[in-house]
């Protein structure tokens, strides 16, 4: 594919370094998307050659998401995308526990009537705002465990201590949206299922992982992960704008449950009811077939032009830049670098409209350009710091040459800036 084939017309010179928001279609996502929109258009519920020719199409690509995270086909729910697959897991959360309170005793129903989850103050909207309303309407109680400045991710003995007896799911993102950091998913998750196997008066911690910034990017495994529910986004690595979840064996209803949020039709073995939407679901399996096959060049690529952007931003600006996902021995999804310029006084988001080139962004694309992120304050990272910041993420056809042609815009804008304030650079932040 390229990526610069893709752009719109009048726009192919531009550089574009916002792939943590949305990725281009892969050319052979778009093949299987147009060739399921004039092949299979038929319902998939409809038993004539149409629908079941659609139904195959659709079953085919299940098998191909499934073996991208490591899983059984019979484990996946096709959705409309992140949004909605984590509201699902997240509701569900809260009816399994209610299903269960019978086996809370020893006087702890009283102290703990509301179900209670854990997550962090990392975690994108599509988590973080479900939870903040299930806390306001009394729905559940919510502990969200402050990520260690020290590491730019929550620490697992934090997130240990954080469990009550109505704890009924920990929820937490695989890597940051915005710095990139890869959160202690694994030994969160292998620590608790040690702690569920004592936990006989209560039910078992289910255990969640919004995985969208990290598939497609570094291997993501859910048996690896020993995750219960795992959030699938197709347009995070080069698919179609809708997603799945993962739940484990799901198929044999033992021991993860899931509750739809819909009701209608039979569709998705009624989790998800709805006519499916059968070309972007092709695309979505497609998507998915590419990162099994090429998930080592994806992440070696990324990884080496990612540090080619940082080498050259620290060889153009010096001092004057600060990376605000290199925190610690940490580690990071690789194409991801957030970036505050501090030898300018204005904010990312000012230094972005000023460039010729650059797309990119401040930090999610849902949050308001007008303000600090709200992730790297929470890593006590200086407010003067953080609304200087930027984030460039790559993707698999950035070149060497388009970073070069990246930075010397960004060079061009901050010098705009600093012309516009008089000529003179301020003093360089202190953090």
Known sequence: ???????????????????????????????AITSALSKAWGNPSSSHTQGIEAKAIIEESRQYVAEMLGAKASDMIFNSGGTEGNNMILQTGVKYFHSNRHCINN?????DHLPHFITSNLEHDAVKLVLEHFAEEGIASVTFVPASSKTGHVMVDDVIAAIRPST???????????????????????????????RKSVPKILLH????QAIGKIPVNVQDLGADYLTVVGHKFYGPRIGAIYVKDLGSGKEVPLYPMFYGGGQERNYRPGTENTAMIAGLGQASKL??????????HMQKIRDYLEERLKGEFGDGVCFNGRIGTSCRIPNTCNVSFLSVDCTGSEVLSNCKLVQASIGAACHSQNRPS???????????????????????????EDIDKAV???????KKIQNRNGGLSPQFVEY
């Open 1 to 31: 594919m390229d990526e610069k084939e893709s752009s719109t017309d009048g726009m192919a010179q531009r550089i574009y370094l916002d792939n943590n928001a949305t990725t281009p279609l892969e050319l052979d996502v778009k093949e």
């Open 209 to 212: 992982t919004d995985a969208a």
């Open 408 to 414: 010397n815009d960004l060079k061009q804008a901050v």
């Open 374 to 400: 709200p992730i790297l304050l929470a890593l006590d990272i200086e407010e003067t710091v953080a609304r200087r910041a930027i984030r460039l993420s790559v993707g698999r056809e950035t070149t060497q």
């Open 168 to 198: 009924c799911m920990i929820s937490l993102m695989l890597a940051n949206n915005e710095t990139g950091i890869i959160q202690p998913v694994k030994e969160i998750f292998e620590r608790v299922k040690q702690i569920n196997t004592s």
């Open 291 to 300: 990162v099994t096959e090429n998930i080592d060049k994806y992440n070696k």
């Open 107 to 111: 006087g702890s129903m009283e102290k």
